[in-house]
């Protein structure tokens, strides 16, 4: 067999795979434990390599036990779905295979990537903004936190950290923990990331933010650096900008919006006001591998001033690589990494495919389906609302008839829809009462989705009920 002949070969099976997708009957995952895979996939590489049988074999095993994160009972993660175009846009970019820090290797691949950060930028309202795709939103915000860093304390970008400056951060106490890493990376100190409280529905309370700023100032700190995250991770709550802006501008803080989850939220007109004084951040991480449905990793950084990036990157008289003969802005002057992939190229096909308005119907409906599902749940007599529904995510938990542990219950009750492939969806804890949460993340569901997703939850609850003995 031929390489062209296994090329072919394996074509077929990406078209089995995306019809197997659409298949309702179809289980999510074959669970096995890692011992169990073990013995059905030879994992070992051996001295002579498989025959062109066995590859193919191999590729029919990987995906099988494979979790199909594309079929639509998948809305355990914050990414799900499959998206077409940005699919062929993932293959093309593999194909061409080139690295993001020259226009020289990578003239279109450059130029699409301008063109995105400055389509990102106009949603956004940076007039002279800048940006740079990263690998991850966590890195977006490591990134923004490094460019805070080194505009309060720009010798620090030679000298290292003086600790008798004590840098400060301030995040909600529900915002993602890649902000505490990021101070470590930066050597400021996960301990000097300060948790800010936030209300019942998990927003940041803005007169929290003002207090511990203040009493920092008091103990002789230096505060630096504000993040509102725009959808928290458990509860998806957008905290209020407009209102952290003024405090930022008193006190003249880095405000960075972590829009990792709920950034493209922004693309939606009748949902946009929740991120209002978007404009008034210096820093803004979007994740178009979460909303947008673009396969992973696709993930920006937004700067408000050009030239931000620039200022991070200490030493780049690289003449072995930046030739300057184009006289074109190579990327990689502003990014942290030397090689990098390519991921503007398969957004680029999507917003191509979609159109600008089309994506917009995307993000709208993925809250017409939050705000079904949430219906559901207050309508069912079993089911309880554990706290509003804030954006995408709606946590509820099933109320048994029987008197018994509660999270226990719900637990169970998550784990056998996990192990039955029917649907997986995520828990997590709101205070002490754990809460199923369900993320609507995947622009393509309809009504008849969210039900089938009920309706594998309710008989599975309704199967583990008939099991339970009553709490003595
Ligand atoms: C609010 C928030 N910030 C940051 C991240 C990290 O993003 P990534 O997984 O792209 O690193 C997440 C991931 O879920 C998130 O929910």
């Known amino acids: 067999m031929s390489e062209l002949n296994i090329l072919s070969e394996s074509l077929k099976k990406v078209t089995n795979y995306l019809e197997n997708n659409q298949n309702r009957n179809q289980p999510i995952v074959k669970f096995k434990k890692p011992s169990e895979l073990k013995k059905l996939i030879n994992f070992e590489i051996d001295k002579q390599g498989v025959s062109e049988q066995d590859f193919l074999k191999l590729i029919d095993q990987y995906l099988e036990y494979s979790v199909k994160t594309g079929n639509k009972q998948f809305v355990n993660q914050l990414f799900s779905g499959f998206n077409f175009p940005a699919f062929i846009g993932e293959l093309f970019t593999v194909l061409a295979n080139t690295s993001m820090y020259t226009y020289e ?19 956004t309202g940076y007039l002279d903004g800048d940006g740079i795709f990263v690998t991850g939103g966590s890195n977006a915000n490591l990134v923004a936190m490094f460019s805070a860093r080194n505009w309060a304390l720009p010798e620090s970008r030679f000298e290292g950290c003086d600790r008798t400056i004590k840098l400060k951060a301030f995040i909600s106490n529900q915002a993602h923990y890649s902000f505490e890493t990021a101070a470590n990376v930066l050597g400021i100190g996960a301990k000097n990331v300060i948790k800010v409280a936030s209300d019942k529905n998990g927003k940041m309370i803005p007169t929290e ?34 209102e952290l802006a003024q405090i930022c501008k008193k006190y003249n803080l880095w405000l960075h919006a972590d829009g990792s989850f709920g950034g493209s939220l922004i693309l939606s007109d009748q949902n946009r006001y929740l991120m209002k004084g978007i404009e008034k951040t210096d820093s803004f991480t979007w994740n178009p591998h979460k909303l947008m449905n673009i396969p992973l990793i696709c ?4 700067v408000k001033k050009r030239g931000t990036l620039q200022h991070n990157i200490t030493d780049i ?4 690589i ?5 006289q074109i802005e190579d990327l990689g002057k502003k990014s942290i990494q030397c090689g990098r992939r390519v991921d503007a190229v398969k957004l680029w096909f999507a917003w191509k495919y979609f159109g600008l308005e089309g994506y917009q119907k995307r993000i709208d409906n993925l809250i017409a389906m939050a705000i079904f599902a949430e219906e559901i749940v207050v309508n069912h007599p079993k089911l309880e609302l554990v706290v509003k529904r804030q954006s995408f995510a ?37 205070g002490e009462t754990l809460a199923i949460r369900l993320v609507i993340t995947n622009g393509a569901l309809s009504k008849s989705d969210i039900d089938l997703f009920f309706n594998n939850l309710l008989s599975t609850a309704i199967a583990l009920e008939t099991e339970l003995k009553p709490m003595i």
Do not use: Q, W
């Not at 290797?105 to 949603?123: D, F, G, K, W």
């Not at 008289?317 to 072995?320: C, G, L």
């Open 394 to 430: 709606v946590c509820f938990r099933y109320i048994p008839t029987v008197k018994t542990d509660l999270n226990k219950f719900n637990l169970d009750l998550r784990e056998t829809m996990r192990k039955n492939g029917k649907s997986i969806v995520n828990f997590g804890y709101v």
């Open 299 to 302: 993930s920006a950084l937004l």
């Open 105 to 123: 290797v990578a003239p279109v691949a450059t130029t699409i990537e301008t063109e995105m950060i400055r389509l990102m930028n106009r949603y």
């Open 317 to 320: 008289n690289t003449d072995y």
């Open 209 to 242: 933010l003002e207090k511990e700023i203040n009493e920092s100032v008091s103990r002789g700190e230096k505060p630096f650096f504000v993040a509102a995250t725009c959808a928290t991770t458990l509860l998806g709550a957008y905290d209020p900008i407009d």
């Open 322 to 326: 930046f030739h300057d003969i184009d």
